[in-house]
């Protein structure tokens, strides 16, 4: 794995990373906002004075602009910008994906990118767009795969990037961060997934992201090719991605767009900012409407609100409370609920890669339910050996007489030893009603530990689990 990447925390697939490159080491995850050489809305010392830590632009405008070619190549990158952190170049793929064919070889721009001094280059790869076909998928892929083992042959100083193609193709993307693993790049970003974003297809994009990094292992920094709404960072954190790119908080605000975690709003059909970043405390809606720079200022609030989120995300897996931070965000759009079920619905995957011990569970819906660590219970509740006459209840003042082993009764974890009430995970907050998944999950894991002790005899006294009780149906 790569020696650039030192692993500081980690809750669900996700992590607080640190990154070291030839500019400093970035503590990740973090958001690379999008500088346009040409338009630079808000200059990247302002960039550095909003908080941000990393940048990320393109080499291929830069390469392609004479003027700004032979300053980069004079000054090196970070004078041409005027920011001395650690900053990405991407090499022009996308304007191959966008206009079909860009005027440039793929070693040229790799060794363009060397010759500037940027922190980490990224070949030239073939962005695929989602739903090709797969001939098509992996056709190019393997166009991919050739172009980065050549620019491996070509390496210079700077980190290499190994972005990972495959279109919708899991097993393609799987193969493809399979392929790339150990080859010696050092951040892999998960690419042409843009499409996937803006039509809110998040079931697609945590099926692809969760593919690419089964594929790669759990070690290597994963950089999210365009995921620039912070509405997605803490699903995109949660599936492990590291780096973020933000050309959002300038495209939208020249729309007149107003980002926030929840969503986009148009900022002509607001009547209040709901934010209290120095842009919104100094200007109510109408001010900023009606100001002359609300392009400028519109891309700074976007600006607060994304990096803001990213250290939300960060506090949160800090504490261990990321799922929960899901179950909020993604509740923002139907279609991002979606995306959490799925990635619900890999539980298996993330349980081998949590950490078994955080802040108390809060169980906030039936997503609960299929949270890792419910899933890991669930796999490991046949190990509790039992004899003798067992009683399993929900009411924890219960008297023992009678019974040589009590326990306790807590959906979604369903009978656990009493003794153990006080520690993680059982200790969860739950609703004092349980959902029906909750109690589906609970009583199937009774029916194992029931089915894994055939010599000892259980009785079981728990509210509403009788015939005509609230849980009949699911008897
Ligand atoms: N920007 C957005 N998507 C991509 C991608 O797939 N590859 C590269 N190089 N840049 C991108
Ligand atoms: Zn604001």
């Known amino acids: 794995m790569p020696d650039c990447f030192e692993i500081l925390h980690k809750d669900l697939a996700g992590r607080i990373g640190k990154l070291s490159t030839a500019h400093g080491i970035v503590e990740t995850p973090a958001l690379m906002p999008v500088v346009n ?3 630079q809305l808000i200059s990247p010392p302002e960039l550095r004075d909003l908080g941000a830590t990393m940048l990320i632009t393109n080499s291929y405008i830069i390469r392609q602009d004479e003027a700004l070619r032979v300053q980069a190549l004079e000054k090196g990158l970070h004078n041409l910008l005027d920011f001395q952190g650690p900053i990405m170049t991407d090499s022009g793929a996308f304007q191959l994906s966008v206009y079909g064919n860009i005027d440039v070889l793929p070693l040229e721009i790799l060794a363009f990118q060397f010759a500037i001094q940027s922190d980490i280059c990224v070949p030239l790869d073939i962005p695929t767009p989602p739903d090709v076909t797969r001939e098509r998928a992996a056709s190019e892929l393997k166009e991919t795969e050739r172009r980065l083992e050549e620019a491996l042959k070509n390496k210079g100083a700077s980190l290499l990037a190994g972005p990972i193609q495959g279109s919708t193709y899991p097993d393609l993307r799987e193969a493809a961060a399979h392929f790339l693993r150990d080859k010696g790049f050092d951040v892999y970003p998960v690419g ?3 499409p996937l974003m803006e039509t809110y297809r ?14 790669l292992g759990s070690g290597a920094p994963v950089h999210l090719f365009g995921a620039g709404h912070p509405m997605v960072f803490a699903l995109a954190a949660a599936m492990g991605c590291d780096l973020f790119d933000s050309a959002a908080y300038a495209l939208y605000a020249r729309e007149g767009r107003y980002l926030t975690s929840r969503g986009t709003w148009r900022l002509e ?29 519109l ?12 250290n939300l995300v960060k506090q949160c897996i800090r504490e261990g409370s990321l799922w929960e931070l899901l179950e909020t965000r993604c509740r923002s759009h139907p279609r991002m609920l979606d995306g959490f079920r799925k990635l619900g619905e890999k539980s298996q995957w993330l349980e081998g890669l949590d950490t078994t011990s955080k802040s108390t569970l809060f169980y906030l819906s039936s997503e609960s339910a299929s949270r890792p660590e419910v899933v890991r219970y669930s ?6 050996t039992l004899s003798g006459d067992i009683l399993i209840t929900d009411d924890t003042k ?21 003794e153990l009430a006080e520690t993680y995970p059982f200790n969860a907050e739950v609703p004092a009603k349980a959902d029906l998944s909750s109690m589906e999950r609970a009583l199937l894991n009774t029916k194992r530990l029931i089915d894994a ?13 009788t015939p005509g009780g609230e849980y009949d149906q699911i008897l």
């Open 453 to 465: 002790n055939p010599s000892a005899r259980f009785s079981l006294r728990i509210k509403g689990l």
């Open 379 to 384: 796999s490991r509740i046949e190990r509790l």
């Open 299 to 310: 891309a700074k609030h976007n600006l607060y609100i994304s990096l803001q989120e990213i």
């Open 37 to 39: 050489p040409h338009l």
């Open 398 to 418: 219960t008297s023992a007489d009678g019974f040589d082993t009590v326990l306790h009764f807590k959906p979604p974890f369903g009978p656990y030893p009493a």
């Open 202 to 215: 998040f079931s697609d994009l945590v099926d692809i992201v969760a593919a690419a990094k089964k594929g």
């Open 269 to 297: 059909e607001m009547r209040y900012l709901p934010c209290s970043c120095p842009v919104c405390q100094d200007h109510d809606q109408e001010e900023l409407m009606n100001s002359p720079e609300r392009v400028k200022l």
């Open 192 to 194: 042409g997934v843009v």
